[in-house]
């Protein structure tokens, strides 16, 4: 007797995951209706029904197959689980049909909302309008946050798959953290543990590359395409693409072969197949050979950091050169994305311990020579875009801080719909208390009410998300240049966030009705009935509190997108300590055109509109990626400090604008400048405890294989960001190169017609290198990318919180007209004693005023905490200024004031013939 | 009070207890109805019905018989009450009165 526990049918684990889960399948009934049953089966019955239903899904999957019995199991347990279960009251539920049931009383009210919504077309027009308002922005900001949530998780073995971190420090440094490794990181611990199943590296070669098809009997097609990106064969045994043709784990063995997206391969080919056809490729990846293509694959509506258009094998082009015959080592040539695919069920806390071991017996001998430590950390693919530190890995990354922000401003725009919709019923429910008095004394109970009014607030919400839905659609465009993301329509009408949508106006129905559906059916008949109706007090200061939420919700948005604007503001307009504008970036991308550095400058020097261009191997804004540990020579070489350092050509200082606080600049005019002497910033005399007035001439040592190497300062500037202002400054040290070698010429220009001065620059170019492309950017646009995160963040904020103020008007207006409708007698007979228009508006605006004032006070220190703690991730920020609180209260104020006036003057003018003829 | 009234649905199933005797429980029931009848009815109508059957006091149940292809569960077993035989025969007399009071002629006609 008694039931048989669980345990004892302990499915085992075979190997194969999907077949063992069909069996089950096949066996056992759904299990959550199992489990409904189990929780929710009638007291007392428990047992039998379980082993009836039991009985008979074994005899329906005789009879009609197994989905059909899943069905039938389903749909029994829904019927025979509490509530739904037939309740045993005895003979007399013949009479007490709920009324919800009953056609006739459906019927009557539907009609008497559809009256209701009639008689007051304002009210329902508002409500409506807030209501799809508020639903609009929640499905955007729904499909935003899912996308944004959504990265990478459709790949088969997303579980399994980190990518490796490396974080490279000097001495005591804390040090920085790079997405990137040195090439032989990945086959090395391939080779090393057997929890690593397989591994890919990634490169991004050229930012664009030349995609040229040549085939007999058409004209030649050229196309510039980016996002194509370098990847180690076994790359499609990590990563999931659905290939239309080709074998994913065969595709890029070949050093020649090309893999496509669905849209590339159409813009080159069109319709017709594209595998086995060549394709000449240039740039540093193709070197204008030619490519067989052996894949194309669906280009998906799911996400993935990996954004790539096509696949090249890494094997190819220079960098397929540099990993044959450069002989790679571990410390050099930090740029490979290094993927790991571990064994399922892989304890990657026990991995990630042995990696220091790692390091001690491959890359010691490596590190040892350039002077730093390295220190790897695994993190799982899925978790790049939202929740590592990494501004960008392939694609530009995102916090999951700012999800939860844009999520809460979704959530609070609609709660103040609902907060609309509940005053405006609640207020205006003397309109109804007849109603509810002659239904009560018909004999409706207080339960059948509450579904009344909860089924017309519901039935307006789903107005409202029809409208949405059709709104939504219509603003995607929209939405999608503020945010940056490509949705299309297609994702909004997926199954799946249909029912998440129509789920969302349900519960936005039942919440916005819930309040005036409990108050209203509550009136005592006799007392409505009698005409003897007042509002509560407790449900007027309700009222009051939820539209000083209300407020406290828009004010402290508005307060919230005024710093974070001022915070960009000043991300975009702090001095820099350096010359932003006009300054061009040109990256030398290989080593033939390294060595023309020399004759381009002289080139581009000829033009008058060239100011002055220099060679660097960093520039601020991008990542500054050597450094070096000095030491006083008083000191010994543990008491050193890191100093980031770039080698630069003489003109540099100048040509940026650094500012200098002591001693020179490098010139071409001192013999003695050569690489062993140093310009460093005012972080660097701080660190080092130098004080300003003897910096010159002071030495600093640098310790490399057991010889000491001076360096000499000659100049001291003032301090500038090489970095974004996330970070601090810290000591920083150039040091001219000993030949030029650099990766990137800056070129100061003076010109109003950049356009012409690109042209010259491109022309030069390929005189010098006819068949590298020319590349540049804009030096303050380089810094600004660094921002990328905030500046859509603030954007989005920025609009949806404009739209949250329109709401909370909306429903200041209906409440407005609502108290100037009640109070046209009042109004009539003090005009009739004299008041004047400007009394009367105050009168009627001064209540409202008062609330929107006590959210302001509520809201100001609210706002300021959250953005206090905001700025923190910022190294320079502004300190909230007093007037923000000052210009968000004033605007929310007079937001109001303007709202209630247009009620309360269209009262305050009306003559009172007329409010008072009717009596 | 009335006597209680004896359904079409629910003489069907009295009648699959009275039919299936010791065997009847629940799911054996509404598969014989299943089988044997050229319509179905769900497994929760039977299981209402039969608990509507009890309240009126044309069945009796008790516990017992737990076995393996129902997971070790016992299963709760029906027997036609004194109540239920009476009703039964009833509705099988009034039955065959109106059977009886349908002309000879027009019964040959239907070919019956």
């Known amino acids: ?919 | 009070m009335k006597r209680p009234f004896l359904g079409e649905l629910e003489e069907v199933v009295l009648l699959t207890v009275a039919a299936l005797q010791e065997l009847a429980y629940c799911a054996s029931i509404t598969q014989t109805i299943d089988q044997q009848m050229a319509r179905s009815i769900s497994f929760p109508t039977v299981h209402t019905t039969l608990q509507r059957l009890e309240e009126k006091g044309f069945v009796s149940s008790q516990m017992g018989g737990a076995t393996s292809e129902r997971g070790g569960r016992q299963k709760r077993l029906f027997t036609v009450t004194v109540a239920g035989q009476r009703a039964l025969i009833e509705c099988r007399q009034v039955r065959s009165q109106l059977w009886e009071q349908i002309p000879t002629p027009v019964l040959q006609l239907w070919g019956v």
């Not at chain 1, 509490?82 to 009210?109: D, E, H, K, V």
């Not at chain 1, 990354?397 to 979704?410: D, E, F, K």
């Not at chain 1, 640098?702 to 000659?714: A, K, L, N």
């Not at chain 1, 206090?868 to 007079?894: N, T």
Request: aromatic share 12%; with cysteine; charged share 15%.
């Open chain 1, 1 to 919: 007797m008694g039931r048989i526990t669980k345990g004892s049918k302990g499915i085992p684990e075979p190997a194969d995951r999907r077949t063992s889960l069909d069996r089950h399948s096949a066996r056992q009934p759904p299990r959550w209706a199992e489990w409904l049953l189990s929780q929710f089966s009638p007291v007392g019955l428990e047992d039998e029904l379980q082993g009836d239903l039991q009985e008979m899904y074994t005899y329906w999957v005789k009879m009609v197959g197994l989905r059909g019995a899943r069905w039938r199991y389903s749909l029994a347990v829904l019927r025979l689980i509490r509530p739904f279960s037939r309740s045993r009251t005895g003979p007399t539920q013949a009479y007490s049909q709920p009324p919800i049931l009953s056609p006739t009383m459906l019927l009557n009210y539907v009609k008497v909302a559809w009256r209701n919504l009639l008689r007051s077309k304002s009210f329902s027009s508002i409500n409506v309008l807030g209501l799809t308002l508020g639903l609009t922005c929640c499905m955007l900001l729904t499909l935003y946050i899912r996308s944004e949530w959504s990265f990478d998780t459709h790949h088969q073995h997303a579980r399994e798959l980190y990518l490796l971190g490396s974080r490279s420090t000097v001495g005591q440094n804390a040090g920085r953290e790079h997405a990137a490794v040195s090439a032989p990181y990945g086959p090395a611990l391939k080779a090393e543990y057997p929890e690593i199943i397989q591994m890919a590296r990634l490169y991004m070669a050229d930012e664009k590359s030349l995609l040229q098809v040549r085939e007999q009997g058409k004209p030649l097609q050229s196309f510039y395409e980016t996002k194509g990106y370098q990847v180690d064969s076994t790359f499609f045994d990590l990563f999931t693409y659905a290939f239309i043709e080709g074998n994913p784990h065969k595709a890029l063995t070949d050093p020649h072969s090309v893999v496509l997206s669905e849209e590339v391969a159409a813009k080159l080919f069109g319709s017709a197949s594209a595998l086995g056809r060549l394709v000449r490729i240039g740039g540093d990846a193709g070197l204008s050979e030619d490519f067989k293509v052996t894949g194309v694959y669906r280009t998906s509506a799911t996400n993935s950091h990996i954004d790539a258009r096509f696949f090249l094998p890494i094997y190819t082009g220079d960098i397929g050169h540099f990993l044959r015959e450069g002989h790679p080592d571990f410390a050099n040539n930090n740029m490979f994305l290094t993927y790991l695919r571990l064994q399922p069920n892989t304890a990657v806390q026990a991995l990630a311990a042995k990696l220091p071991a790692f390091i001690e017996k491959y890359a010691r001998a490596d590190l040892k020579l350039v002077g730093f430590d390295q220190q790897l950390f695994l993190v799982p693919v899925p978790d790049l875009h939202l929740y590592a530190h990494f501004p960008s890995v392939v694609t530009p990354t995102n916090s999951v801080i700012y999800l939860y922000m844009i999520g809460s401003i979704a959530l609070f725009t609609l709660l103040i719909a609902c907060i609309n919709f509940m005053n405006l019923a609640t207020a205006r429910s003397a309109k109804r208390a007849a109603e509810v008095g002659v239904r009560k004394v018909m004999g409706a109970h207080q339960g059948a009410l509450v579904w009344q009014f909860l089924g017309e607030s519901i039935v307006l919400t789903f107005l409202a998300f029809l409208i949405a839905l059709a709104l939504g659609i219509l603003l995607l465009p929209l939405f999608n240049q503020l945010t940056g993301k490509a949705l299309s329509i297609r994702e909004f009408v997926e199954p799946q966030i249909l029912l998440i949508f129509l789920g969302m106006a349900l519960l936005t129905g039942l919440l916005a009705g819930s309040y005036p559906a409990f108050y209203l059916s509550l009136f005592n008949p006799a007392k409505v009935l009698k005409g003897k109706f007042t509002n509560s007090l407790s449900a007027v200061a309700l009222r009051k509190g939820l539209v000083v939420f209300q407020f406290v919700v828009s004010v402290g948005l508005v307060l919230a997108s005024f710093v974070i604007q001022k915070q960009m503001h000043y991300l975009r307009d702090k001095p820099l300590g350096f010359t932003q504008n006009q300054q061009i970036a040109i990256p030398f991308r290989s080593g033939d055109s390294r060595t023309t550095y020399t004759a381009f400058r002289n080139e581009i020097l000829q033009n008058n509109q060239v100011v002055s261009a220099a060679g660097t191997q960093f520039y601020p804004g991008i990542a500054n990626l050597s450094d070096m540990v000095f030491h006083r020579p008083d000191q010994s070489v543990e008491q050193g400090h890191d100093i980031r350092t770039n080698r630069v050509d003489f003109e540099y200082l100048q040509t940026m604008g650094f500012r200098l606080k002591q001693g020179r600049m490098f010139s071409r005019q001192f013999p003695g400048d050569t690489a062993n002497r140093i310009v460093v910033n005012e972080a660097t005399l701080r660190q080092f405890q130098i004080p300003e007035t003897n910096a010159i001439g002071q030495h600093l040592n640098f310790d490399w294989q057991g010889e000491t190497i001076p360096f000499e300062i000659v100049g001291v500037v003032h301090d500038f960001h090489y970095e974004d202002l996330h970070q601090p400054i810290t000591p920083y040290a150039f040091m001219l190169s000993r030949r030029p070698s650099f990766n990137y010429i800056i070129v100061h220009v003076n010109t109003a017609d950049m356009t012409n001065i690109l042209g010259f620059l491109e022309q030069k170019w390929k005189t010098l290198r006819p068949d590298e492309p020319f590349e540049y950017t804009f030096l303050n646009e380089d810094f600004q990318k660094n921002y990328h995160a905030e500046n859509r963040t603030s954007r989005i904020v920025r609009t949806f919180t404009l739209i949250s103020i329109l709401i909370s008007c909306l429903g200041l207006f209906g409440l407005a007209t609502f108290s100037a409708q009640q109070r046209t007698k009042e109004i009539g007979v003090r005009k009739v004693l004299g008041a004047s228009v400007a009394s009367i508006v105050l009168l009627l605006s001064k209540d409202f005023l008062k609330l929107v004032l006590i959210a302001i006070g509520i809201a100001s220190p609210l706002a300021w905490y959250a953005m206090h703690q905001w700025l923190q991730i910022f190294e320079y920020r502004i300190a909230i200024p007093w007037w923000v609180f000052v210009a968000a209260g004033a605007l929310a104020l007079v937001l109001a004031f303007i709202t209630i006036s247009l009620q309360s003057l269209k009262t305050a003018l009306t003559n009172p013939v007329k409010s008072l003829r009717s009596e």
